[in-house]
């Protein structure tokens, strides 16, 4: 039988010395951003109830989530997102705590992905959620949160704001049934013109037809707010966009409005967020490295209904930028190598105990002449080899 | 500013996209000339074009190693992935179908029909949005000998003028979809580079309605 012994399944990999170290750093920049913000760390487990992410309400189709079962059956998951389970335990865990609750999270996501494209299927992702608070000032606070903690890894990377009510907003006036409403997003989301003014030729050229058809190009600075204002023919629309004026003007007050950009086409995606959704994208990276937005609906699903918002950084892919970068995170070999002649091991181990308190980096040799325990300094480029004996011999390797 | 990317379909869309660029006004020399280079400047040095065969546009384009790409709407369907689908550039159009045997009902009878393609996640979808239970069988090379040896009940596949089908004794039985060439760009190069690249679809979009 052929064994699979040597090698790790397609979509993951080991992480080797300073891609530990950039990843460790990423992993530690970020907690301290969130924590400095008054974010407490939370771990939920790595199997869960298949329940946890139905995807009548996670958006997460099926296919993409590693499935088996528990001891009585039932289907288990390998987490394939961390907001769920975070709605999960706030939704039960945490129903006394005062609002706003304020958590975040630093654990790998499981999806399926099809083969031979590339993907990974393990992604560390670090996020915050900030649970039982709505309005502009939440949002303002997750967002700032979000472009602090990624300035601090990446400076130049650009975010994007939409809201995912101005489209449905738009939608709802259209006399169209249900699929073709859903056809009409997803050609929006996915900037099909060509699909798109397919389907609105049908619908005559009524202003909500005209505003429609427009929405895919309306992304940019703040010019798009005055490009969208004559197209909103109702009060939903105009105060969703005034909603999302107002948003960007005080992040532009902040000193952040050449991060921004607006796209009233970042439609309703596929998942759980019903209000402002935002994402980040770096030069060096095709996909998003940040996506987040306000989610309301999602902890009525589990029976604790709250406004909530939050987002998650993909760590891996900043990693991954901060490596090519070529930012140094070099392995240093240890300064001192502490080598015991026959007779003299444990002082030897002392001697190593005493340099390792005064915070110097040293190895212990596991060598049975000073001979290879030279030879081995030499191969690793320890500059500094100390014989333990009767006395102690300090030779100078470099 | 580093150029802006482009993957070409190579074969009958890179010629079609090179002729679209000439009638822009684009200097397009090293790509006609192009030897055995594989990544070619045209214009003004503001553009690179890479030639890649259908699949690996989109893959090039996915992973945002080319900002934009050309590739036929037959291979954004087979592969299905995520990138901004954003002109139909009205070139290289033909047709997805369903073929079978001349004067023979293929949706007769309950037995599970078998489906010869070169497209089998096209065929999946296509018989799952009739909610029919078929056996898809993949073939690479003339599709059309298939229900001819007995393998299959019937064909999907792209269908131009329909002259193969006919002197094989095949005809459509249903048009799936209509195909032409589209101009994909990469989610995170719309964003970062909008300016550059709206000129550029505007311009394209312009040339390929005249």
Do not use: W
């Not at chain 1, 987490?79 to 039960?92: C, E, G, V």
């Amino acid at each position: 039988m052929k064994k699979y012994n040597k090698i790790t399944p397609e979509g993951t990999s080991d992480l080797l010395f300073e891609e530990c170290l950039v990843r460790r750093y990423v992993e530690k920049t970020l907690a301290s951003a969130f924590s400095s913000r008054g974010f407490n760390e939370v771990v939920t487990p790595g199997l869960e109830f298949y329940d946890v992410f139905d995807p009548d309400f996670s958006g997460i189709g099926q296919e993409v989530m590693y499935k088996m079962t528990d001891k009585r059956g039932r289907l288990i998951v390998m987490r394939p997102d961390s907001t769920m389970p975070i709605a999960r335990l706030t939704a039960t865990r945490l129903q006394s705590l005062p609002k706003p609750i304020r958590l975040f999270y630093t654990q790998p996501i499981y999806r399926n992905n099809p083969d031979l494209i590339g993907r990974s299927d393990e992604t560390v992702q670090t996020g915050i959620e900030l649970l039982g608070a709505g309005g502009i000032r939440a949002d303002l606070e997750v967002i700032v949160t979000a472009i602090e903690a990624l300035g601090q890894c990446v400076p130049n990377f650009r975010l994007e704001l939409g809201h995912a009510g101005f489209f449905r907003a738009l939608a709802e006036q259209l006399p169209v049934s249900d699929d073709l409403r859903e056809d009409i997003r997803r050609a929006i989301e996915s900037k099909n013109y060509a699909a798109l003014n397919a389907i609105l030729d049908q619908l005559g050229n009524s202003k909500q037809v005209m505003a429609i058809r427009r929405l895919p190009r309306l992304f940019g600075g703040e010019e798009v707010f005055d490009q969208a204002a004559p197209l909103c023919n109702d009060e939903k629309s105009t105060q969703t966009l005034a909603y999302l004026h107002e948003l960007y003007r005080s992040l532009a007050e902040l000193g952040l409005g050449d991060k921004i950009i607006v796209d009233l086409g970042l439609v309703q995606r596929n998942d759980y967020y019903t209000n402002i959704v935002f994402s980040a994208y770096v030069e060096e990276c095709g996909d998003a490295v940040l996506l987040g937005g306000r989610y309301d609906k999602l902890l009525g699903c589990f029976d604790s209904p709250m406004p909530a918002i939050g987002f998650a950084i993909n760590v891996d892919a900043i990693a991954k930028i901060i490596l090519e970068r070529g930012e140094t995170f070099a392995i240093l070999p240890v300064d001192i190598l502490v080598h015991g002649e026959t007779g003299f091991e444990i002082k030897a181990l002392n001697y190593a105990s005493d340099l390792v308190k005064n915070g110097i980096k040293c190895e212990n040799s596991v060598f049975e002449t000073r001979t290879e325990a030279l030879n081995y300094a030499k191969v690793r480029g320890i500059g500094r080899i100390d014989i333990i004996g009767d006395t102690v011999e300090i030779i100078n390797l470099t | 500013m580093k150029p802006l990317r482009i993957a070409l379909t190579k074969g009958r869309l890179e010629k079609d996209t090179v002729a679209l660029f000439e009638k822009i006004g684009f200097d397009c020399d090293a790509v006609k000339n192009k030897g055995r280079k594989l990544i070619l400047p045209i214009g003004d040095n503001q553009f690179e074009v890479v030639l890649a065969k259908a699949a690996d546009v989109i893959t090039y384009v996915e992973h945002g190693v080319c900002d934009l790409g050309v590739v036929g709407k037959d291979t954004i369907m087979e592969q299905g992935s995520s990138f901004y689908e954003i002109l139909d550039l009205g070139f290289g159009k033909c047709k997805f179908a369903l073929a079978g045997e001349k004067g023979k009902d293929f949706f007769s009878g309950y037995s599970t029909k078998t489906i010869a393609t070169k497209y089998p996640n096209i065929a999946r979808s296509y018989f799952e949005s009739k909610a029919m239970d078929v056996k898809i069988i993949k073939i690479e090379g003339s599709v059309e000998l298939a229900p001819l040896l007995g393998l299959s009940d019937a064909i999907v596949d792209i269908v131009e003028t329909g002259s193969t089908l006919n002197e094989n004794g095949l005809e459509v039985i249903e048009t799936i979809c209509d195909i032409s060439a589209r101009l994909i760009v990469n989610a995170a190069s719309l964003k970062l580079r909008k300016a550059e690249i709206e000129k550029l679809v505007e311009l394209m979009e312009r040339e390929a309605r005249t």
